[in-house]
């Protein structure tokens, strides 16, 4: 029922910086909470960032002091800024939204490291 899209994937050189966008439907509610997951190939899905409603955020610890979760309330806009990328950043990177009970999934966006 949320629409949730995520942009701003492609090509990184190992060291490069790429900046993804998660745009969603609607006002940000208090209690309400926006994460960065990804998946690599082979891999489980992995929690990377979290951005919460009184603008506190927190990181897996593989991307700290390189990633940045941000959020624009007017363009009811996330973003996640990726610097010093690494080749085990490559994956796809998926937004969720938790309004309440339920979580809602953007469709992906995928980031490449290559040298």
Same mark, same amino acid.
């Given at each position: 029922?949320?629409?949730?899209?995520?942009?701003?994937?492609?090509?990184? !050189?190992?060291? %490069?910086?790429? =900046?993804?966008?998660? *745009?969603?439907?609607? $006002?940000?509610?208090?209690? @309400?909470?926006? #994460?960065?997951?990804? !998946?690599?190939? %082979?891999?489980? =899905?992995?929690?990377? *960032?979290?951005?919460? $409603?009184?603008?506190?955020? @927190?990181?897996? #610890?593989?991307?700290?002091?390189?990633?940045?979760?941000? =959020?624009?309330?007017?363009?009811?806009?996330?973003?996640?800024?990726?610097?010093?990328?690494?080749?085990?950043?490559?994956?796809?990177?998926?937004?969720?939204?938790?309004?309440?009970?339920?979580?809602?999934?953007?469709?992906?966006?995928?980031?490449?490291?290559?040298?």
């Amino acid at each position: 029922q949320v629409p949730l899209v995520e942009s701003g994937g492609g090509s990184a !050189q190992p060291g %490069g910086s790429l =900046r993804l966008s998660c *745009a969603a439907s609607g $006002s940000i509610l208090s209690g @309400n909470v926006l #994460d960065w997951f990804r !998946q690599a190939p %082979g891999k489980q =899905r992995e929690w990377v *960032a979290r951005i919460m $409603s009184d603008g506190r955020t @927190n990181y897996v #610890d593989s991307v700290k002091g390189r990633f940045t979760i941000s =959020r624009d309330n007017a363009k009811n806009t996330v973003y996640l800024q990726m610097n010093s990328l690494k080749a085990d950043d490559m994956a796809v990177y998926f937004c969720r939204l938790t309004v309440g009970g339920y979580a809602y999934w953007g469709q992906g966006t995928q980031v490449t490291v290559s040298s």
